[in-house]
């Protein structure tokens, strides 16, 4: 039996905030993701950022979309990304880097994902790693992405993790645990392998640790859900967890949220933004 993650117990890593605090103090999440006819993935991500507890949050993104972010929620700072030599000054000033949602892989999105990949690692900043940007990391040479990379957390679900192992996605259901396991060795970091029982695997390799969440129902199995969870993970490192714990926090408080919305309203028709109120209610305990 692995370890099982309770969300009971990890809460009490929140502490109040400083009554004197301010937005510098809680980071600056920049999502980078939102192709063509995909923005709403990463508004969610960059939503789920911001009410999760992120000072600032920041949107990369397809110009096609930025005027609808932006009017759909205005406390996000948008960015239309023509050219991805413009994410440079903006990943800058990042704190945290969530690079994926919505991404495609699209000419423009294998642009912005190696610009983005290249300009994070090289300067050091935490990132998360969801949807295409972990599809796009699976077609890359070794040469060119470094890894193990211990400041990141990849958030696969099977399909997801098989393109990562080069197997199929049945093979990784076979073997869930020794998949998030295998994950984590080769790319570092945390990884959280999605999925009912979600696993949390981190290292480092010589003291790699796999736990289970113990939260979550069947109305997850909605769209949006993983982008929802990208951003709790960002908002999280950016208000200084470390990765290991952000992963840890994240997963179980977003399964956890999901299980009280279902417990109020149902499990059929669960959206991933129905849980933002909840995510407020159990980061504010």
């Known amino acids: 039996m692995i370890p099982l993650l309770d969300w009971d ?7 109040p905030r400083e009554r004197a605090s301010h937005k510098g103090d809680y980071g600056h999440v920049v999502v980078v993701g939102g192709d063509a006819g995909l923005g709403g993935a990463a508004l969610l991500a960059a939503e789920a950022a911001a009410r999760c507890g992120a000072g600032l949050t920041s949107v990369a993104t397809h110009p096609a979309h930025s005027a609808a972010l932006l009017a759909c929620r205005p406390e996000l700072m948008v960015n239309a990304i023509a050219d991805p030599a413009l994410l440079a000054p903006l990943l800058e000033r990042a704190t945290v880097v ?5 991404l495609g892989q699209s000419a423009w999105s294998r642009s912005c994902f190696f610009a983005a990949l290249t300009q994070a690692q090289t300067q050091q900043k935490t990132i998360v ?3 295409d940007g972990l599809n796009l990391l699976s ?9 193990p990379y211990d400041k990141w957390i990849l958030t696969p679900h099977p399909g997801e993790a098989g393109r990562l192992l080069a197997k199929s ?10 998949s998030a396991r295998l994950i984590q060795q080769r790319f ?3 990884v959280i392998l999605k999925g009912q029982g979600s696993l949390v695997c981190t290292g480092p390799t010589s003291r790699q640790k796999l736990e289970q969440c113990q939260h979550g129902n069947p109305g997850m199995a909605s769209g949006g859900m993983g982008d929802v969870l ?13 990765v290991a714990t952000s992963a840890r926090l994240a997963v179980c408080v977003h399964s956890k949220a999901a299980d009280l919305v279902a417990a109020d309203h149902g499990e059929r028709g669960l959206l991933a933004s129905d849980l933002y109120p909840y995510l407020r209610r159990l980061l504010n305990p």
Do not use: N, W, Y
């Not at 969530?98 to 919505?102: A, Q, R, S, T």
């Not at 077609?139 to 890894?147: D, G, I, K, L, N």
């Open 188 to 190: 570092g970091g945390a």
């Open 139 to 147: 077609q890359c040479e070794t040469r060119q992405f470094h890894a």
């Open 9 to 15: 117990m990890l809460k009490t890593l929140l502490a």
């Open 230 to 242: 990208s951003g709790v993970c960002g908002a999280l490192l950016a208000q200084g967890f470390d």
């Open 129 to 131: 790693l969801d949807a």
């Open 169 to 178: 996605t049945d093979a990784i259901q076979a073997d869930r645990h020794g």
């Open 98 to 102: 969530v690079l994926g949602p919505g």
